[in-house]
């Protein structure tokens, strides 16, 4: 018996095919572009997120080397001579027993809340003056931005107010804090005239920056002191000690949060 002849191939498809496969189309496309819009608005959020990341990470390397070498001065309380500036004339300076070589207090916004003397300064020009400079810190809460004034020291704190030369080093703060570990404790002011001349043996910051596309961020640092007061003048290094022990298990434990 002959078997009947199989109809002719189709050559088209159904419309129920071109339905499914413009789905499984529409499916797959809107997929790509769903994954492509998310890592695109993550690479927009990132870009301001480290740039403040950035901004805080130099800020605390900068003041944690000019913290880490601050100068302890002279047991000696006798009375520093005026010195003169050959391009000003005599300028008066104070005693430096009646200025604070180390001091920190209370941040409030339009006042220094950090003042120290450091040999960690880059200028060829203070360098032959002596490697030292007077450091400060001032928060201004209206801009939300960190100044600092840097300016000589030479055996004395000058008086004249306009040499401080205030300049904006950080942006976006929110808030900062320090503090201040004498071996036992940490302490919320600092003072080297009260502390026998003594400097903390660390200092601690806590810094909070926040800007338009980005919320707060939190960065904390701990900076430890190596230097102290030479009854012979001069800086030298501490030795270790039992409360350096502790100060290096508490550093070991705050890091700088990214």
Same mark, same amino acid.
């Given at each position: 018996?002959?078997?009947?002849?199989?109809?002719?191939?189709?050559?088209?498809?159904?419309?129920?095919?071109?339905?499914?496969?413009?789905?499984?189309?529409?499916?797959?496309?809107?997929?790509?572009?769903?994954?492509?819009?998310?890592?695109?608005?993550?690479?927009?959020? $990132? /870009?301001?997120? +480290?740039? %403040?990341?950035?901004? !805080?990470? =130099?800020?605390?390397?900068?003041?944690? #080397?000019?913290?880490?070498?601050?100068?302890?001065?002279?047991?000696?309380?006798?009375?520093?001579?005026?010195?003169?500036?050959?391009?000003?004339?005599?300028?008066?300076?104070?005693?430096?027993?009646?200025?604070?070589?180390?001091?920190?207090?209370?941040?409030?916004?339009?006042?220094?809340?950090?003042?120290?003397?450091?040999?960690?300064?880059? $200028? /060829?020009?203070? +360098?032959? %003056?002596?490697?030292? !400079?007077? =450091?400060?810190?001032?928060?201004?809460? #209206?801009?939300?931005?960190?100044?600092?004034?840097?300016?000589?020291?030479?055996?004395?704190?000058?008086?004249?107010?306009?040499?401080?030369?205030?300049?904006?080093?950080?942006?976006?703060?929110?808030?900062?804090?320090?503090?201040?570990?004498?071996?036992?404790?940490?302490?919320?002011?600092?003072?080297?005239?009260?502390?026998?001349?003594?400097?903390?043996?660390?200092?601690?910051?806590?810094?909070?920056?926040?800007?338009?596309?980005?919320?707060?961020?939190?960065?904390?640092?701990?900076?430890?002191?190596?230097?102290?007061?030479?009854?012979?003048?001069?800086?030298?290094?501490?030795?270790?000690?039992?409360?350096?022990?502790?100060?290096?298990?508490?550093?070991?434990?705050?890091?700088?949060?990214?």
């Amino acid at each position: 018996m002959k078997m009947p002849e199989r109809t002719a191939k189709r050559k088209a498809f159904t419309l129920l095919e071109i339905i499914i496969a413009l789905s499984m189309l529409v499916l797959i496309l809107g997929s790509v572009y769903g994954t492509y819009s998310a890592a695109t608005r993550a690479l927009a959020h $990132s /870009k301001p997120k +480290h740039a %403040l990341q950035q901004q !805080a990470k =130099v800020f605390l390397q900068r003041i944690a #080397s000019e913290i880490r070498c601050s100068y302890a001065g002279y047991q000696d309380k006798s009375p520093q001579p005026a010195t003169n500036n050959i391009r000003t004339g005599e300028r008066e300076l104070l005693k430096q027993e009646d200025a604070s070589l180390f001091e920190g207090g209370e941040v409030s916004s339009g006042r220094s809340f950090l003042q120290f003397v450091t040999s960690a300064v880059a $200028s /060829k020009r203070e +360098h032959s %003056l002596g490697g030292l !400079a007077i =450091v400060e810190y001032m928060l201004d809460s #209206s801009t939300n931005t960190l100044s600092r004034s840097k300016r000589r020291y030479v055996g004395g704190f000058e008086v004249d107010k306009d040499n401080y030369n205030w300049l904006v080093v950080l942006e976006n703060v929110q808030a900062i804090s320090v503090e201040y570990f004498d071996g036992d404790e940490w302490l919320k002011e600092w003072n080297s005239n009260d502390m026998e001349g003594l400097l903390p043996q660390a200092v601690g910051i806590s810094l909070v920056m926040q800007s338009e596309d980005v919320g707060p961020l939190s960065f904390v640092s701990t900076v430890k002191i190596v230097c102290k007061a030479n009854k012979l003048g001069g800086v030298t290094v501490q030795k270790t000690t039992e409360s350096d022990k502790m100060l290096q298990s508490i550093g070991n434990n705050q890091k700088t949060n990214d």
